[in-house]
C-alpha cells in the first residue's frame, strides 16, 4: 500500500518561530490534507490540499504532487499551535475514498 | 458546520467483554469512517461504510465489526475486547460523490482491561 512519512517526528519551538513540516508519500495520490490534532484528541482539517499552495492567517501548505511531497508552514508561532500534525493522503477504492495518514510530527510551541 | 459527537470521552472495559462505540454525524453524510490511533503508528482505518447497511473492511479490520442502520449512525463493535485494541478510536464522516475533506469527531479513549 501507499506509504505516508512525516518528517521531524518531533519539534520544539519557541514562540514567535517559523517552522516547516514535512510529507513524502510514495504513490499517486487523489488529494492529500494537513489536520491538526490538539492536546484534547480533536482532529481539526487544516487544508484540503492536492496540488498547489495555500494560506490560511500564519499557516500555509504547498503540495507539489508530480514529486510526492507536501510542505506545512507554521509561521509566528504560538503557544495554542502545539499539539500532533498530521498528513494524510486520499485513495479513491471505487466506493468511497480513504486516508492513509502519515505518524504525525508532534510540535511543542515554549514562551 | 459540521458535527460529529462520539458516545463516550472515555471508556474503561474488561477482557472478553462486547463493547460498543458509536458516532452520530448531523450534516447528512455518506460515508463515515471509524480508525484507531497509537503512538507512533497514526492512524490507522477499521471500517467504512458509504451508505446505509453498506461497509467495507478497512486496513485492520481483526476483531471488529460495524452497524450501519441509518445515515446517521455508525456503530463499531468489538465483539470480544482485549488488551490490544486498549487504543484512541475516531471516527469521521464526509459527503459522497466528489473527494471533500473529512470531519471527525471527538475520539473515544477505550482501556480494556
Known amino acids: 500500500g501507499i506509504q505516508v512519512e512525516q518528517s521531524p517526528p518531533d519539534l520544539i519551538l519557541q514562540e514567535g518561530a517559523n517552522s516547516t513540516l514535512r510529507c513524502n508519500f510514495s504513490?499517486?495520490?487523489?488529494?492529500l490534507q494537513w489536520f491538526h490534532q490538539n492536546p484534547w484528541g480533536q482532529l481539526i482539517n487544516l487544508f484540503y490540499i492536492p496540488s498547489g499552495t495555500k494560506q490560511n492567517g500564519r499557516l500555509s501548505a504547498t503540495t507539489v504532487a508530480t514529486e510526492r511531497y507536501s510542505l506545512l508552514y507554521i509561521s509566528s508561532s504560538q503557544t495554542t499551535d502545539s499539539g500532533v500534525y498530521f498528513c494524510?493522503?486520499?485513495?479513491?477504492?471505487?466506493?468511497?475514498?480513504?486516508?492513509?495518514f502519515g505518524t504525525g510530527t508532534r510540535l511543542q510551541v515554549t514562551l | 458546520d459540521v458535527k460529529v459527537t462520539q458516545s463516550s470521552r472515555y471508556l474503561v472495559k474488561r477482557t472478553g467483554e462486547k463493547v460498543f462505540l458509536e458516532c452520530v454525524q448531523d450534516?447528512?453524510?455518506?460515508?463515515m469512517f471509524w480508525y484507531r490511533q497509537d503512538p507512533g503508528l497514526g492512524l490507522r482505518l477499521i471500517y467504512f461504510s458509504y451508505d446505509v447497511k453498506m461497509k467495507e473492511k478497512g486496513d485492520i479490520p481483526e476483531g471488529y465489526s460495524v452497524s450501519r442502520e441509518k445515515k446517521e449512525r455508525f456503530s463499531l463493535i468489538l465483539e470480544s475486547a482485549s488488551t490490544n485494541q486498549t487504543s484512541m478510536y475516531l471516527c469521521?464522516?464526509?459527503?459522497?460523490?466528489?473527494?471533500?475533506?473529512?470531519?471527525f469527531g471527538p475520539g473515544t479513549r477505550l482501556t480494556v482491561t
Open positions: 504513490d499517486s495520490v487523489n488529494n
Open positions: 469521521a464522516s464526509v459527503p459522497g460523490g466528489v473527494t471533500y475533506e473529512q470531519y
Open positions: 450534516m447528512d453524510h455518506e460515508n
Open positions: 494524510a493522503v486520499e485513495r479513491n477504492t471505487g466506493t468511497a475514498s480513504k486516508l492513509t
